[in-house]
């Protein structure tokens, strides 16, 4: 009986063997830029602007409107590219607008910056700045271009710093004063 079951312990072995092989798991955001460190490196950070948008509670308290990335579904501060002819400003109130359906008075000068990594639609990860402008929300739209496609949620500025990843990001949400 042992000699049988060697025979089928190699035979499963075998055809174990001859499956197909697995396609590789895709690499995640630090394991493609270790790939390539010049890009850290280089000096070369994408440029981004981000609405931090903020209104008061009826107790005064104040309250951060945070959404969901629409890839990944983690929590973030409505951001995206520069755009032409848009002071940084403008472009990120277009963003708010936009993702969260949100407009209010901005300021014009940031009131911080983050660093993180950004995977492009080419699976091409880059390094990014972003320019942080608040903006105090006195109007929510009830029909914006991203609507049905993110999450929202007002939350303290304790709550927003624990839901987003980048620590820059953290500490300035746990910092937040209206200037």
């Not at 092989?21 to 995640?28: G, I, L």
């Not at 755009?83 to 607008?97: N, P, S, Y």
């Not at 839901?163 to 949400?173: P, T």
């Amino acid at each position: 009986m042992s000699a049988n079951w060697r025979q089928v312990s190699r035979s499963s072995r075998a055809i174990k063997k001859s499956k197909a092989p697995k396609s590789p798991k895709p690499k995640t955001l630090l394991q493609k830029l270790a790939a390539s460190p010049e890009k850290l490196f280089s000096g070369s950070f994408r440029q981004q602007c981000a609405a931090l948008c903020y209104r008061f509670a009826p107790d005064g308290a104040i309250e951060i409107l945070l959404v969901t990335s629409r890839d990944s579904g983690r929590w973030l501060i409505p951001k995206g590219w520069p755009m032409k002819q848009k002071e940084a400003h403008e472009a990120a109130a277009i963003e708010a607008l936009q993702e969260a359906g949100v407009r209010g008075k901005v300021r014009k000068k940031p009131i911080g910056s983050y660093t993180y990594l950004k995977m492009l639609d080419d699976g091409d990860v880059v390094p990014c700045i972003v320019d942080i402008f608040q903006i105090e929300v006195t109007k929510l739209a009830e029909k914006y271009k991203e609507k049905g496609e993110r999450l929202l949620a007002w939350v303290s500025p304790d709550e927003a710093a624990r839901r987003v990843r980048e620590i820059e990001l953290k500490s300035l949400l746990v910092d937040f004063k209206p200037r």
